[in-house]
Each structure stands twice: as structure tokens, then as C-alpha cells.
């Protein structure tokens, strides 16, 4: 389909998801991947997870046609901070308010609290819409608004490419994601690992399962309030210990599984029919995404088995083609889970701090590229001629 022209697009801000229909949002989002989906996002809002408690303060984008369809929208958000992003920016923020600027608001087009890879922009297939328009849509606004920038956070690789040609700074970040090489099973999976690595790996799992749990995978449906009450004291141990700020409610794990249903995947481990540890996921597409895990107790391997292998035996009895286990964590490569970019995309209104990031990003790209070349070394897989 031919591009439209840009000047018969109308784009509007709203403070809430609830303003932009399901349908028309979704018809946007494509079903691949659950953490741009209407459901989600009004998850995220009518629990308070987003809003003036926390500073994410929505501001999703929508672009309509001449006939008032929506051809194009944006999770977007005002912040007055840049806590939950997972992209970290405090320096740029220190610089421009050091030279006498003010960083914050700043708006941010990401899926709050989830640093999972899928699309920003979110344009309806049959719109002809180009990711300049919306690009250039967004930085109006920001000017309109007199904010200092727009960060847009894990989005797709061509999204990058498609924003860095519109004048965006391009940054790359990285994760670790297992990847499904056509596995029947687990131990398919163990036998594409070098001896060594095989059998660590079979120790813990055997370590993990020797003391006395019993292991559970239920689906959204299948979960009751209980099951959410006792993963809502998991996650809120998990933030008090690691980061000290809770931004989900415990009802937004109730409206998660009400939403979502089947997508919600929630990997349980119980002691005497009590839940002691629960790992959250998501399921997309062709992937599955880990999100938040917690623990009441110390169990040797339990993270690594709720959170990384049952996530792979998930995985491979579905068909998925990958798993994303959250942000960060060099263990987890001789667990399979190897080295990923990540995309984000920056634009920003002051003159000297553009060219100052800018020059930043180069340094930091080519030694983003560097580290993942040396840790993709680390590969528990076995090489070319090796014997397994």
C-alpha cells in the first residue's frame, strides 16, 4: 500500500488507555507480543501500577486518518523520573540539569516495568503509514508540550534502523535469550551442550527437585486469588531486597490473569500444598517472557529451575521459538541463554545534549558490540567437531 501523507493524520494524546477502544488499539498492536496489548496496558493503569504514584503518567499517542480511524498508536508516558525503564539515563538527566536545563517531564514510549523487546510503534498493517510520520508525530508533541526528549525502549530492530534514519540516537543494549534449535525435549536441549555444561546443568535441576517441592504450571484460568496473594508476597520480597519500590499492585496480577488468560503463564513451586516460590511469565506469539520470580525460603537451584529450565521444558512442548528472561544476569549463558541486542531510540530537544549523547552512543555501541562478541565466547554449546 502507498504511504500516506502525513498531513492528513491527526494526532491526539490520551491520559488513559480507557479512552482508545480495544479493537482499534489491538488492530495496532498485532497479537504477537502481550506487553503492547490493550489488555495488558489497562492492566497496568486500572491496578495504579501506572499513574501519579509511581510517575508514569499515561500519554499514549494515537494517529487517525481523515476518516477518524486509528492507523497508528503509541504506549507513551510522562515521567518525572527514570525508575522502571531498565534503559538507564540519570547521567544525561545530571548533564542537562547541571548546564542549567530541566530534564524532567520527559516522555517515554516503552511497556512499563518490563524490559521485554517487541514493538513502539504500533501501526495498523494496512495504513501505509511510515514510522517517520509517527516519528515526527512524537517529536511535535514533545516540542508542543516543551519537554526535553523522547525515549522509546526495547523496540524492534527495525524500528531502530527506521528511527535512526529519521535523526534518533540509536542505542544498544543486551540481554539473554534462549533460542529453540527444533528440540523434542529437554534433554535434546542438553545434548546440543558440551559434556561439561550438560551435566551442571543436570545437577541442578536434580539439586532443585530434591527438596521435596512439587512443581505446578498454570495458565491464567486455572489461577485463583490465593495463588495471585502468595506471588504478590514473592514479588514484593524480590523488590524490598533488590530494589525497594513495588510499582505493580497486587491487584494488578489479579486483572493480569483476568485479562490476559491463557497468556499468563505462572510456574509455581509448593511445599505441602503452600506455595513457596512462583516465576511469572508471558506468553507471545512464538516466545515466552519471563517477568517477575519470588521465594519464601532457601532452596539450592530454585531460581534457575522455576525461572530457566521449566521456562525451556515450556517452551519446547508449545513450539515457541525463544525464551526472554528479563534484564540482565551473565549466568544465565551457561544456562543457554545467550547474548541479545536490545534497541532504543532517543530524541532530544537541547542542542549541546544531543550532540553530547550522540557522541556517547558511539563509544558505547562499539563496546556493547565488543562484550557481546566476548561472552558469546562463554557459549555452553557445543562447537563445530566437538565431541559431546
Known sequence: MAKRDAAALTLTLHPAIAEIEAEAWDACAGGGNPFVSHAFLSAVEDSGS???????????????????????AVPMYAKSHSYGEYVFDHGWANALERAGGQYYPKLQVASPFSPVPGPRLLIRPDSGVPASALAGALEQACRELKLSSVHITFCTEGEWDALGEAGWLQRLGMQFHWHNAGYASFDDFLGALSSRKRKGLRRERRDANAAGLEFVTLRGPETTRAHWDAFYGFYTSTVDRKWGSAYLTRRFFHLLAERLGDRVVLMLAMQNGT?????????GEDTLYGRNWGCAGDFPFLHFELCYYRAIDFAIEHGLARVEAGAQGEHKIQRGYLPKA???????????LRRAVADFLVEERAERIQSMAALAEFSPYRRDGEEG
Not at 501506572?50 to 497508528?72: E, K
Not at 513457596?276 to 506468553?283: E, R, S
Open 275 to 283: 506455595p513457596v516460590a512462583g516465576a511469572l511469565n508471558l506468553m
Open 342 to 352: 536490545t534497541y532504543s531510540a532517543h530524541w532530544i530537544a537541547h542542542g549541546g
Open 50 to 72: 501506572a499513574g501519579s504514584r509511581t510517575g508514569w503518567l499515561p500519554q499514549h499517542a494515537v494517529l487517525r486518518d481523515a476518516d477518524g480511524r486509528v492507523v497508528a
